[in-house]
């Protein structure tokens, strides 16, 4: 089955500043891979995604770079402000209803991202 | 709440006790889902489904059970089977084709006292 490793756990950087967060994931046959963000206590919320036609995604600040051929992908936040403190999720899975039934998210383990002022 | 909702919000549950965990949607979805998330950890699939009466087994399905009378209804029992049952358990759906995106519920907290 699908296997989806992400780094760093925590990050910190100074407001206005980048982060990036890595995942790399094991079934090539994975074509959809979400990113949510968590803040404490509160349900994940998807805020952006990309299917594996795509190399590149962009929403204002945020977005999502594929590699098919390393299996990996990543978060690029630009710009950062304290509200973009919280835990990021990545995840990965076969998109859409496949042979084998419905989707299944695989998540990654989470990054916890601190912005300091 | 989006469409989603658990209950409750959080949840006691005694040595040896069973307890359901309730996730109802509106959003006419197909497919519901049962997440348990532990404290530093990504969300791991206990049990899903994607029809009416019928559901698979997920990487962690051991001391849990499900049932999926109502295509709106989802809910997860917590059996005294379950060694270690606290942790935060999210529900989410999916629509069938249409869409890859989850809609999570809020999630339940539950505690073992």
């Known amino acids: 089955g699908e296997n989806v490793e992400q780094h760093p756990s925590t990050l910190s950087v100074q407001e206005g500043d980048s982060a990036v967060i890595k995942c790399t994931y094991s079934?090539?046959?994975?074509?959809?891979f979400p990113w949510y963000k968590q803040e404490l206590g509160k349900r994940p919320q998807l805020i952006i995604d990309i299917r594996s036609n795509v190399g590149e995604k962009k929403d204002q600040r945020i977005a999502v770079t594929l590699n098919k051929t390393a299996k990996h992908f990543s978060l690029h936040i630009t710009e950062t402000q304290p509200e973009d403190s919280a835990v990021y999720f990545c995840a990965a899975s076969m998109g859409g209803w496949s042979g084998q039934g419905a989707q299944k998210l695989v998540f990654g383990q989470g990054t916890r991202l601190t912005i300091n002022p | 709440d989006g469409g989603i909702t658990q209950s409750p919000k959080y949840l006691f549950r005694k040595e040896g006790q069973n307890v359901t965990l309730s996730c109802e949607q509106n959003?006419?979805?197909?497919?519901m889902y049962w997440y348990r998330q532990d404290p530093g950890q990504g969300l791991r699939l206990i049990y899903y489904s994607q029809i009416v009466n019928d559901f698979q087994k997920g990487d962690i399905a051991e001391g849990y059970s499900v049932s999926r009378e109502k295509k709106e209804s989802f809910p997860l029992t917590v059996t005294s089977a379950q060694k270690n049952p606290t942790a935060f358990y999210l529900c989410?759906?999916?629509?069938?084709?249409?869409?890859?995106?989850?809609?999570f519920g809020s999630g339940t907290r539950l505690t073992v006292v």
């Open positions: 959003l006419n979805h197909d497919a």
């Open positions: 989410a759906s999916l629509a069938a084709r249409t869409s890859y995106g989850y809609t």
């Open positions: 079934d090539s046959a994975s074509n959809y």
